[in-house]
């Protein structure tokens, strides 16, 4: 490494933009070369597009900054970050088959392009080529290391697929009676286990080869997760055009964020039963009037403002959590970047 | 073991139905300890479905008795064996989505009974839980051998979805251009990778302690795999209650099996443009007559004795190619259920 500026030189934000860009830049340049060149009909093309849409790089950024600040060089951590992101888009392919979303980063969603079972197979498929390079750290890491990367992995997927369940649940039996601390687990596991908590494991595994206490990462993980989820969600009913999603996509999928559980918490008795009405039809039922009224409705009950003030208390809590994880740990671009990190999920705009 | 009868005392049908139920019990016994418990909601309880539906544990115990018949002990093979089940499992629930398929071993499919999205949650999930006995393979094989092992796995299912891909995109664009040749290359990777190839050599590896040169069990595989994907196909056309799966449903799938392919062939130019055209629609629009229809244009081309007489041929290259591989090994009740699986998967009704 070395080619990043002095940690002095940069505020926090700049730290952190500039780290995205340079780490990010690499692990893209690892993901397209772990890629299959476009040649099995039906199956690479698909495999290869929501990898090459671009995208934040931030969980993987989060595992090499984490394992250089224990002290690993930035290719101990490669194969690892470069399943992060190949994960990262697997779940993301399924997921947006299984929201129903439209839109993915400025396109449309995989399976609105080739159909749910050519998208499903190729999610599929993708999933399992991130398991190569996690077979790979065996030579740089030692099998030891090796092995716990991938129980750590298979945790991580294990924690995701019943986050999924649990919001894809609440969906189908079109619960409203959930409560901020269900909506809080819920993204614990859905969101968090892959965005921060398994970087900041897999990252400390890989720094001090295999003697970290990956326990110790979990909740500064899980604050950290949640900010950046909760702000995902704000950015979606009130981003703008960077954002690469639909705007109030969220809506149109009745998809249980912390704004429209306080606006059901909020609503009088009628509204509450016209709310449960409109999110038991289908999403293609759904009117833009609906939307409208949605919109309106938790606009009324201040519920961004709600959001809003969890996601600061979760940073908050992050912000101390890193002080004591890595009180211990020399100043270094990394450890700039980790705990910068922290800002940078609320104010981003994308 | 040694509660199988002397090999002398059994016919080859029969010695294959006793390891069946033999092995079959003890790896469902131990796929059942491996499921999770019914905790999680959506969760749990989609992904014990499938596994607990039965099955006829065909590939598994041909991995254990192979393992067995080059000198392993069963417990070595156990865990490979129950991976294999649960991948197998998994891979039927994202297959019963993407071909749309309405019945699984005689009960609904699972995306029938808790529709699509959380059905696909539950796929990946139980292909993530067969990563768990491939990581235990390390305690008793050592990390070289459980590696070995992984990347076995890896290759099966990379094979497995370039099949899939092929078979969905056949479909998806209509092709009706599609030779003996081009189907037994699809089946070789959809099928036989995970049927029947994936078995022996894994079963070969944890025999030799990783000695074995797996490339040499890939024809016996792909011959014995290809003729018990033919025979399901033949099943499926003219099979009776026994079979589980709705008799016709490759047909309102619009399957590009032999049958087909070889109806294709016989029929006259008006016949193909009216094929062509009802497997254009969606299969929601294909009605009994067109089945029915369907039906008649392969018996009139005598498809299903063309696909018997081709599963004989392969059956014989398998046996040939038994004959060449097992040369060396022992007479045992293992090496006799292998050779006996070939004319048995020709012989079954389910």
């Known amino acids: ?13 700049e730290r952190v933009q500039t780290t995205l860009a340079d ?5 893209r340049e690892a993901v397209r070369a772990t890629l299959p060149a476009a040649r099995r009909p039906y199956l690479d093309d698909l495999v290869r597009d929501y990898p090459l849409r671009g995208g934040k ?9 984490t ?5 690993a060089a930035f290719e101990d951590a490669l194969p690892t970050a470069v399943a992060i992101e190949l994960l990262h888009n697997a779940m993301l392919i399924h997921d947006d088959i299984e929201d129903g979303s439209d839109e993915r980063r400025g396109y449309p969603a995989l399976h609105r392009l080739h159909g749910v079972p050519l998208a499903l197979n190729a999610g599929d498929t993708l999933s399992l080529l991130s398991l190569r390079p996690l077979r790979d750290n ?4 030692g099998p030891l290391v090796a092995f716990r990367l991938l129980e750590e992995t298979e945790r991580m997927a294990w924690e995701s697929a019943e986050g999924q369940a649990l919001e894809l649940g609440w969906r189908h039996d079109n619960r409203m009676d959930v409560s901020d601390a269900d909506y809080l687990t819920m993204i614990l596991k859905k969101t968090c286990w892959l965005a921060t908590i398994f970087p900041v494991r897999a990252g400390a595994l890989i720094g001090t080869r295999g003697a970290a206490d990956v326990e110790a990462f979990f909740r500064f993980g899980f604050f950290l997760g949640a900010a950046f ?25 009745g998809k ?11 609503a009088s008795r009628s509204e509450r039963a016209r709310l449960s009405r409109l999110l038991a039809r289908p999403r293609e039922s759904r009117t833009v009037a609906d939307i409208a009224w949605l919109r309106e409705l938790i606009d009324r009950a201040d519920a961004i403002e709600h959001a809003r003030h969890t996601a600061h208390g979760l940073a908050g809590a992050a912000l101390r959590e890193f002080d004591v994880l890595f009180a211990g ?8 970047f980790i705990g910068g990190l922290v800002t940078w999920v609320l104010q981003r705009v994308h």
């Open 1 to 13: 490494m070395g080619s990043v500026t002095d940690p002095g030189l940069l505020d926090a934000p």
């Open 23 to 27: 780490y990010g830049a690499r692990v």
């Open 57 to 65: 790089m931030m969980r993987s950024c989060l595992c090499l900054a």
């Open 67 to 71: 394992a250089r600040a224990f002290g």
């Open 138 to 141: 065996q030579a740089r890491l």
């Open 229 to 253: 989820q909760i702000q995902d969600d704000i950015l979606n009913l009130a981003g703008d055009a960077r954002y690469g999603k639909e705007i109030g996509g969220d809506l149109w999928e």
């Open 256 to 266: 249980r964020t912390l704004m429209l559980i306080h606006a059901w918490r909020r």
């Open 329 to 336: 740990v020399p100043d270094s671009p990394d450890r700039a």
